[in-house]
């Protein structure tokens, strides 16, 4: 199982990012996909998840209507879409997936500063 994660970055307040998350070494279309983050100092949080035909999605009281999580099942890829950022969503992002066990990704960091 493999778990790739791109887009993070520097934004400023305010602004939009789009985070996705390619995956390899199993049925990617059979399983929900998560997003989690950790800021510095900090214990990782669950963000946002979607269901395996992308139909369902839930998100953390703090993203919500802010964060949008998407999935393509064709490129075995889970996006999410982040705008009107806040400092407080300064973290390293991981994508994650369960199957017996808890898959994560490496992480990509996003730094929202002025």
């Known amino acids: 199982v493999q778990l790739v994660e791109s887009g993070g970055g520097l934004v400023q307040p305010g602004g939009s990012l789009r985070l996705s998350c390619v995956a390899s070494g199993f049925t990617f279309s059979s399983y929900a996909m998560r997003w989690y983050r950790q800021a510095p100092g900090k214990v990782r949080e669950w963000v946002a998840v979607v269901t395996s035909d992308g139909a369902t999605t839930d998100y953390a009281d703090s993203v919500k209507g802010r964060f949008t999580i998407s999935r393509d099942n064709a490129k075995n890829t889970v996006h999410l879409q982040m705008d009107s950022l806040k400092p407080e969503d300064t973290a390293v992002y991981y994508c994650?997936?369960?199957?017996?066990?808890?898959?994560w990704g490496k992480g990509t960091l996003v730094t929202v500063s002025s």
């Open positions: 994650n997936v369960v199957f017996g066990a808890n898959y």
